[in-house]
DNA sequence: CTACCTTTGTGAAGAATTTCACAAGCGAAC
DNA sequence: GTTCGCTTGTGAAATTCTTCACAAAGGTAG
């Protein structure tokens, strides 16, 4: 969050910015920004703030964006093409190789940039591109099988988009992110509003 | 994340869970899953566990699922299309009662069951239909101003897919997902592996 | 009816996170 | 060169969250 904001003020143009601005603008205190960041390391000049374009270079380096990360993307539907699409993704390091699915309509079919590929290429892919980032955009039935085959062919993160709880072994990083969840806590606030 | 399971198991027709099984299904601990249920009441009986069927009714109750939600999304583009096909929002009570967009070239298309709509319609629709919640699904650049127009028609929770900050008042309850900072979670995760 | 196994609900303890508050450092002005 | 206004970095305090541990049931078998 705190690297999204830098990167704004960074094209503004802004040397640097205190532990006060940088809290305004993420919505919380300089206190936890500053604990935060001196995790880290120790980014600040006393009496100045943090250099900007500096501490996006470091930033960016403690989150492992310095290189570039192979991704596939399992499932050519309606999300699969959202993030094949988003541009954003390639501008900060994220290399799509390769859009699959298994419904025999839309293999072949172009994609943006690439083609749709078929999932029985998924494996000998991630192999030979040395894939380590997979997009689940599939629907929850099966997505538990497809996970664990692409773990086996080297995958190492997993963002999942299927409504479904998927396990991984320990050393697999997985973020799931469910759209009906999003709502019903959405649904939640405004159910309670006056009593908090 | 307990409706989540608990729906799945009342399917599945058991009639009781202890809060061991729950913690195993969502990957927590027995005493976390005693003591969030017991903020809210006291649901289980003790030497058999909590009744299935029963606390999803109440869960369901607790989070505001009791009636239908009517949503707008903003934006005819993947996302939003991904959205608006999604049958587990109706299945939950989220009723769509329109996708809006102001690119004249989509506007009347058909969109799943609906037209797509121009936004010049979205302020009188969403007070017509008194929707509360709105899907942000544009891209980053003009966000805010949409936010402001709509929470000024009435909408009081927005799920923001838009790579942008939003500021909202007070009374307006507010949830971004934001894809490329998922993916840069992944990439730590990957690179600080070792060192955890 | 009693003994026993199971599981909840919950105070208390323990751990983690956030906030406070201030010494130390930096730059500018005079 | 010294003073002054700012802002960081960080121990300590305060707060919040999680885990522990056990008394208080509920059910069952004999």
Redesign the pocket.
Known sequence: MYLRYLEDLDTNGQQT??????AHLCG???????????FF??????????PVHELTDQLRGILGLGHEWRVVIIGAGKIGAALANYRGFLQRGFRVIGVYDNSPEKIGQPWGDAIVRSMKDLVQDVKREDALIAVLAIPAEGAQDVVDVVIDAGIRAILNFAPAQIAVPPHVSLKSVNMAMELEGLSFALTNKGAA
Do not use: I
């Not at 919380?28 to 001196?38: E, G, I, N, W, Y």
């Not at 390391?41 to 943090?50: A, C, E």
């Open positions: 910015a205190s532990s006060d601005e940088l919380t205190t300089p206190a936890q920004v500053r604990k935060d960041l001196s390391g120790s980014f600040g000049k006393r009496g100045l703030g943090y």
